[in-house]
Every structure is written in C-alpha cells, then in structure tokens.
C-alpha cells in the first residue's frame, strides 16, 4: 500500500528562485535564507520518496482569469516551467505519476471534492521553487515524480482552511488505498504573512506565523477555524496562501513529529516559514528503511 509519510511546508517567493538561477545564494541576503534549507536537503535526500504531491498556488502562469479552478490535480505524466514573464525558469521539466494522480483524482472525487482533472499544465514558481530548496540542485532531473494540486489563492473565494484540511484528509485516505508500496510526501506551499500591494504592501506579522505554525504542527483543527478576513487582517492579501498548508497537514497523521523548523525575515517581500513533519506511523507502510521491529506480525 503507499503511504504519505511526511509532509513539508515552505514558502515560494519567485525572487529566490532567480537568486538560484542567476546564481546569487552566496549572497550574504540569500545565504540567510538557503542556509535554512541545508538540513532539509539531507533530510530529503535520506528520505527518498518515491512520489511527492505538491500542492501549490498557479500565480496566472497556467490559468487566465478566464478559467480559475478551486482545486486542479495534475495527471498528466509531465508538466513544463511555466514562462512568467521573463522566459520559463532553467529547471528540468517535472515528471508527474499518471497513475496515482488518477487514482487520487477518482477517490478524492467520489469522497465528494469535486477536483479538476488537468492533464496538460505548465508550472510556475509555486511549485518549483520549492522543489529547489528542498530537493536541491536538480541537476538535469528532479529526484522523484510530483504530482502538482494547484489551489485557487488568486481570485476571490479560494477554498477555506476547513475545506483544505478535510481536502487532505480525502487525499490520504486515496494514497492509502493505492496497491502500490509507495513512500509518499506532501508538499504545502506559500505563505507565511506578506501582502504584495496596496497601503499595506510589506505587512509581516511574525508572531502571527510562529503560533500559524506552532498550531499547524500540534493543533491544526484550530487553524481549520480561521476565516479569509481574519488570515488576510493578520497575515496581509497573499499570506491567504496558507490555506495550502492545511491541505497538507489534514493529509498526515493527528499526531506527528516536527523533526524541522526554520523561519526567517523577509525573503522579497515575504517571511519565509518552512517545517518538516514526519508522521508518527511512516514506518508502517510502504518500503520502510529499517525492518519493523516487530516485523511481519501485525498488518493494519
Ligand atoms: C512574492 C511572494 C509570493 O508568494 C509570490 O507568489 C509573489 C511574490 C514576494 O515576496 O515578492
Ligand atoms: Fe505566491
């Protein structure tokens, strides 16, 4: 059976992903902000996963106005950097998994969340940048397919905190009916408080995000009550990207262990906010690294 065995939260601000592609993380600005991403590398690179589900916010790359979903799940079996407005990013293209997707989509959508099936999709900052302080330099090729989940965080109303925890909750309930012995994690993206524009352009509200993450880790049901206009109020317009968070985290486990926390200010215009959540049961499913200690005993 697969199994989502961890979940990883970062934020995605497009300026360090050109501070990676026009080679200036030595900087002293950026290397405040890469040096927080080298244990997280090691820890992906030991971890190994066979699949990662990305869920991340499209900034107008992929859709127009013309056509927003609230939630698009990725099936297609490749998905192009997305050209933003000054050429695609130089990073390899990303490899997704056709076939969980499908079965995610087909779980996901008979428990009732109507995704959208998108099987052509390019990806912009949201997702790759990311996948570039956690994986790494890809050197070529990303380490292991991703199957992306765009949320809609741009055009008035995205999903609440609620629907995205219960979202998630949906999604580990498809992984866990997949035959396949696959190690799953689950990246959530964007946030933490920034506001990009208008009188409060710059807002950082740091003692909002410590407890947004202190409660993501050890009390998420409370985070599930939080409205648009309060999260907008304390963490500005686009810190509303943390409803992606709670995708991710209401696809783990209750309890879970946080083996990585780093937080810093700003990045751009942004506070970036990054954990790494191991659940507490990720060596019962899929291809653990060590034998169960009781090993072949008890199957659940
Ligand atoms: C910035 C942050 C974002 O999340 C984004 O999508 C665009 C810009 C910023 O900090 O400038
Ligand atoms: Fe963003």
Not at 155 to 180: D, N, Q, W
Request: proline share 8%; hydrophobic share 40%; with cysteine.
């Amino acid at each position: 059976m697969a199994k989502i065995i961890a979940g990883v939260t970062s934020s995605h601000v497009p300026a360090i992903g050109a501070a990676i592609d026009n080679h200036k993380t030595e900087e002293p600005y950026w290397k405040r902000v890469f040096s927080g991403f080298e244990k997280s590398k090691e820890w992906f690179a030991k971890t190994k996963p066979d699949v990662v589900i990305g869920v991340y916010n499209d900034h107008a790359s992929a859709f127009s106005v013309e056509i927003v979903p609230t939630f698009a799940l990725g099936c297609a079996a490749e998905f192009p950097p997305a050209d933003e407005g000054w050429g695609p990013r130089p990073v390899p293209v990303v490899k997704g998994h056709p076939d969980l997707a499908a079965h995610i989509a087909q779980s996901v959508i008979l428990d009732e969340f109507d995704l959208t099936v998108i099987n052509k999709m390019e990806v912009d900052h949201g997702l790759t940048v990311p996948m570039n302080l956690v994986m790494g330099d890809p050197n070529g090729a990303w380490p292991c397919p991703v199957i992306p989940l765009a949320v809609n965080v741009v055009l008035f109303p995205p999903p609440t905190t609620h629907r995205c925890f219960m979202l998630g909750r949906a999604i580990k309930k498809a992984v866990e009916s997949y035959p396949e012995d696959l190690r799953v994690v689950i990246f959530g993206t964007g946030g933490m408080s920034h506001q990009i524009s208008g009188p409060r352009a710059g807002l950082i509200n740091s003692k909002f995000d410590k407890a947004f993450l202190d409660d993501l880790v050890k009390n998420p049901k409370k985070l599930t009550k939080i409205k648009h206009v309060d999260l907008m109020r304390e963490a500005g317009a686009e810190g509303i990207e943390l409803v992606m968070w709670l995708i991710m985290r209401g696809a783990l486990d209750d309890k879970v262990d946080e083996v990585y926390r780093f937080y810093t200010v700003p990045a751009s215009n942004t506070a970036v906010g990054h954990v790494i959540l191991e659940n507490k049961s990720r060596k019962s499913g899929g291809k653990a690294k060590k034998a169960p200690k009781k090993a072949g005993k008890k199957k659940k």
